[in-house]
């Protein structure tokens, strides 16, 4: 197995993005995955910009979407358009068949356009007046929500939130980092050179290959005692499910996979369950109340459960 590509396509993504390693080598584990990550964070730290230069990295097809309250589930899945000249209905796709689709503040349309793109999230497939059309592959979602402007939004139900295999904040970017910024852009725009080191079949591949990567016995019962000490935990409403435990298990493959590893380490899990794992929990009211969030509980649960010997 050669992971080597990852640290390639990694390194590639940072020669646009300034000091966003821990963001993108998360991005990488996810679309490694096979999963979706959902960005939650204020407008103007590079979510497009990342995703482009993944899109681009890897010679895929990239689109964008602005979800707006008016938005349709056909405006994402794509529409029959009747052909005066055939007498036929000819299928108009939409933008949901690419390989990199940037869905932009997706809390802001109707829950019915969500369901549409979590349903091709979920089935890599869309299905419009009964006929199905499988998406491209690979196919990855970056999803952004904006948690600064609540009037008009339609905040994702848990249930759907825990089809996001990761949910990241990108943050703002240090001081040294900000000028950094500055000086890269100043003259030029590096996304505009930015080149291909890899393609979307490479990537089918690598995601196939991580699926092998070898788990122990103990490092699976360290993620199954995670996921069920978040559901007997007295502060949490309700804990993560199995999906939780099954992402956490690929995420830790493909974090092994971008390390260039052919087994998990206890740490690989250990960085991975606030990204993969908070989204999924919902925290009692009066807890909530006093400022109390999922990711604490979880770095409780953390320092509370023995973290295995390492083995191969």
Known sequence: MNFSLCQKIVENISHVMVGKQQSIELLLVAILSDGHVLIEDIPGLGKTLLAKSLAKSIAGSFRRVQFTPDLLPADITGFNVYNQQTGQFTFQSGPVMTNILLADEINRTIPRTQSSLLESMEERQVTVDGKTYPLPHPFFVMATQN???LEGTFPLPEAQLDRFLLKVRLGYPEKDEEIAI???FQEKDPLIE????????????LQHSR?????SRPVKEYITNIVRATRSHPSLRLGA??????GLMRAG????ALREREYVLPDDIKSLVIPVL???LIVKEEERLRGETSEQFLEEILHQIPVPVPTE
Not at 194 to 205: S, T, Y
Not at 253 to 256: E, I, N, V
């Open 147 to 149: 948690p600064i402007e």
């Open 182 to 184: 500055l000086e890269r």
């Open 194 to 205: 930015l080149g291909a080191v890899a393609n979307p079949g490479e990537l089918v591949e």
């Open 211 to 215: 699926k092998r990567i070898h788990l």
């Open 241 to 246: 499910s199995p999906r939780g435990s099954l």
């Open 253 to 256: 493959q493909a974090l092994a």
């Open 278 to 280: 908070a989204h999924r």
